[in-house]
């Protein structure tokens, strides 16, 4: 894979954005940390990278909008969110145990807890990266932390 094949910015459309807990915020922050530091997207045509993501939630789709570095648009496609939604629902409910759990529980139920998180987490990253397939070429951990993005878009006022 070609060094450029990357995203160098993510832009989320949080124009209704709700407030997050601070364990969500964090999340978020962490996500687009690690993606803008490693990161394997090439979107499927042969175009040249970095390039600048904006995503975005619409009509229960997850609309990408591939910029290349000057901010000039490239491509967009969307990708149907329904087969994500049972799997989001029950991640969330998993990490709000998890948080709960943080607070006063013993190290062996947390580690119990946060074992069928990441349980989720990679099956909605491993989902994620089957149905990109046809438009991006991502690694798992690039899938991993667009995952995370796409949960925290799914959080509705």
Known sequence: MLKNQRICSIKLDDHVRVRLSPNIEHERRV????LLEDNVFAPIGGFDGPFQVHLTMQDGRLIFNIHDQADEPLVSFALPLAEFRSLIKDYFVVCGSYFDAIKTLSPSRIEAIDMGRRALHNEGSKLLQERLADRVSVD???ARRLFTLLCVLHIRP
């Open 31 to 34: 996500a687009i940390h690690d």
């Open 140 to 142: 798992i951990d690039t």
